[in-house]
């Protein structure tokens, strides 16, 4: 997928028009229009601004990352793990692990 279909995909997905996300980062609606037909590319401020805007990492925007699901929230998230002694980090991943395998095992039985 191309940094403006993920523009396209994300703005869509929060129902918002070109203009609404424009207003967001400080330009305007055709200018938005040139990003999502790859026309032309921002400044890295600019997409920095746009991901932002659009709650997703700068990297998944620019294709570096299939996942959108590293949203800022699950990113400070991480951050604030990152912050923990080893012990409690263990203990977290236990926890999160143990999750994980039960999701897995509920999916796996619903097929």
Do not use: C, H
């Amino acid at each position: 997928m191309t940094f403006g279909e993920r523009i396209i995909s994300l703005r869509k997905k929060l129902k918002w028009s070109q203009d609404e996300l424009a207003k967001k980062i400080g330009t305007s609606a055709p200018i938005i229009g040139r990003y999502e037909r790859n026309e032309i590319k921002p400044s890295i401020e600019t997409a920095k601004n746009i991901a932002d805007s659009l709650n997703v990492t700068l990297d998944y925007l620019l294709g570096g990352s299939n996942s959108a699901v590293l949203d800022k929230e699950l990113l400070k998230r991480l951050e604030d793990i990152e912050s923990l002694s080893q012990e409690d980090k263990d203990k977290i991943y236990y926890f999160i692990d143990m999750a994980i395998r039960d999701a897995k095992a509920r999916q796996a039985y619903k097929e």
